[in-house]
């Protein structure tokens, strides 16, 4: 059925014009290949190959792309690329050709992937005008409805399987991207170590209340955060799910934050990241942004003069913990909208909001596996979780382990600036400990005396800085002298009395007490 046009004699005609655009087809060249090695080729000029295997009729030569199909996508050839490496390799290692290759493509219906269970599906095709396209010049795809928009996104974010084309390695400029690396264990000596383990988001779903998850206009900080930046999924407009543009927006603070329910700390942050986002809010959309807090903390640097611009753009700051969001209407204005229970301390009053999105302002909460982080560093964590520091004052960046530092918010919540000005002297205590070339020990460490040591092993467990073990071939407790603390522990716990103090023996001691009652 497909047209093949014929000339009508004597019907030429001459047309004058200003510009001539030619538009060229294209033809596979395979004249060489097929003359020269004897391939058999279609009527349309291209190679005959195995729709499966892409295997010609002479054993061992392969052909894909447009030299089989014609003129096709880049896709397509992709894949054909592919999937004649795997004949090529099964060919040279004497395996079936055609086993087990079904799901390999084109697909003519719906499979399951024995894998991942998700189906892998045809492309949605584009819809077109009819054959009536031909006596005019109208476009002739006229694009997607929404429901084929839909399902041919689920059916892209759904495939979950990468083709291996390496177009991502040649695009990388900084070749960041290198498809020849391989899995591999490294066992370095380092002399120090910085913990910059960072932090993890509250989870909202643990405040019900709130209506994360419930109510698909209630988003975390993280989110909105995405939908502001140029390259996040809709280009930096802020929209709803339903793809429209929310009249209000409701900001609360402090969400997994100076909560006894969930965590009593501040997160620090909280408070001017929710500044931002109400200020792009309000930029992007022309909202009405209302900003529930507890208290305003806007310390530092130009914080404080960033929260006075934000009252002058009109946003509205309440002052009061939000008891719960919902979508319960008690009045018309509130129909549709989702509705902010708070308290405004200020004046006194139960309000309710109605509006059409919610941001959730979530903190800061230590990494799920921080107490084994501790442990394997031998460090100490506070009642939170945040790995504790040697002083708060005088030692911000070191550990009780002498050569292992801190830097960032594993150690405390902190914003971007702190993380810095905290990783440039965690690299500076490092650097100053490797030019040294060696460790100041404690003057106070403790010692075994072998010949009391009975090797109960009572030391070992209550050492806190795991400096003490059992030397397997004497049965005698060893102390770690770049360990030890001085703390005294194993010295007050020894039954034997093996383990001693250096400046704290008994007889100096007694030596001290004798010397204070001589006074008397």
């Not at 839909?150 to 990468?162: H, M, W, Y």
């Not at 319960?328 to 006194?348: F, H, N, P, Q």
């Not at 084994?372 to 002083?391: P, Y």
């Not at 360990?483 to 009395?497: D, N, Q």
Request: aromatic share 6%.
């Amino acid at each position: 059925g497909r047209p093949r046009p014929l000339p009508i004699e004597g019907s030429e005609f001459d047309i004058q014009c200003d510009a001539v655009i030619t538009t060229i087809g294209q033809v596979p060249n395979v004249e060489a290949l097929g003359k020269n090695l004897g391939l058999a080729l279609s009527r349309w000029g291209t190679l005959e190959a195995d729709s499966l295997t892409l295997e010609t009729d002479l054993p061992g030569v392969f052909a894909g792309g447009d030299c089989v199909t014609g003129p096709d996508v880049v896709v397509q050839a992709m894949g054909a690329g592919r999937k004649a490496a795997i004949s090529i390799h099964r060919y040279l290692n004497g395996l079936d050709l055609r086993a087990d290759r079904q799901l390999e493509g084109p697909f003519e219906a719906t499979f399951e992937i024995d894998v991942t269970g998700e189906p892998v599906k045809r492309r949605v095709p584009m819809p077109e005008i009819g054959l009536a396209r031909r006596h005019s010049f109208d476009e002739i795809h006229t694009g997607y409805t929404e429901e084929q928009a839909v399902e041919e996104a689920c059916r892209c974010l759904n495939c979950a399987i990468c083709s291996d084309c390496h177009l991502c390695s040649e695009v990388c400029e900084p070749k960041a991207i290198d498809y020849t690396m391989q899995d591999e264990v490294l066992d370095l000596n380092v002399g120090t170590i910085v913990l910059a383990t960072g932090f993890k988001t509250f989870e909202p779903e643990r405040i019900p209340q709130y209506g994360y998850g419930k109510y698909p206009n209630v988003y975390t900080s993280l989110e909105v955060e995405r939908l502001v930046n140029a390259s996040g999924p809709t280009s930096g407009e802020l929209v709803l799910r339903d793809g429209g543009t929310p009249g209000a927006v409701g900001i609360i603070h402090c969400v997994g934050s100076r909560d006894h329910n969930t965590n009593a700390y501040c997160s620090k942050v909280c408070c001017m990241y929710s500044l931002k986002l109400a200020h792009l809010i309000k930029e992007r959309t022309g909202a009405e942004v209302y900003n529930f807090y507890i208290d305003m903390r806007s310390a530092g640097k130009g914080y404080e003069e960033f929260y006075d611009r934000l009252l002058e753009e009109g946003n509205h700051f309440i002052r009061g913990r939000v008891a719960d969001v919902t979508d319960w209407a008690m009045t018309d204005d509130e129909a549709g909208k989702l509705v902010i229970r708070a308290e405004d301390t200020l004046i006194g009053v139960v309000r309710r909001i109605p509006v059409d999105m919610v941001v959730l302002a979530v903190g800061m909460e230590p990494q799920s596996d921080s107490e084994d982080v501790r442990r394997l560093f031998n460090i100490s964590c506070s009642n939170d979780g945040w790995f504790l520091e040697r002083h708060p004052k005088l030692a911000p960046v070191s550990t009780f382990t002498d050569g292992v530092f801190l830097a960032g918010a594993c150690q405390a919540p902190k914003d971007i600036p702190d993380s810095v000005a905290q990783a440039g002297a965690a690299a500076s205590e490092a650097l100053a400990l490797m030019d040294h070339g060696f460790v100041e020990l404690e003057p106070n460490i403790a010692y075994i005396t072998e010949e009391d040591c009975s090797g109960c092993k009572t030391c070992i467990p209550l050492c806190p800085y795991t400096a003490i073990s059992l030397d397997a071939a004497g049965g005698k407790a060893l102390i770690n002298e770049a360990l030890c603390k001085g703390c005294g522990t194993c010295v007050a716990a020894c039954p034997s009395g093996s383990a001693r103090q250096q400046l704290f023996s008994d007889e100096q001691i007694f030596a001290e007490i004798e010397g204070v009652l001589s006074y008397v």
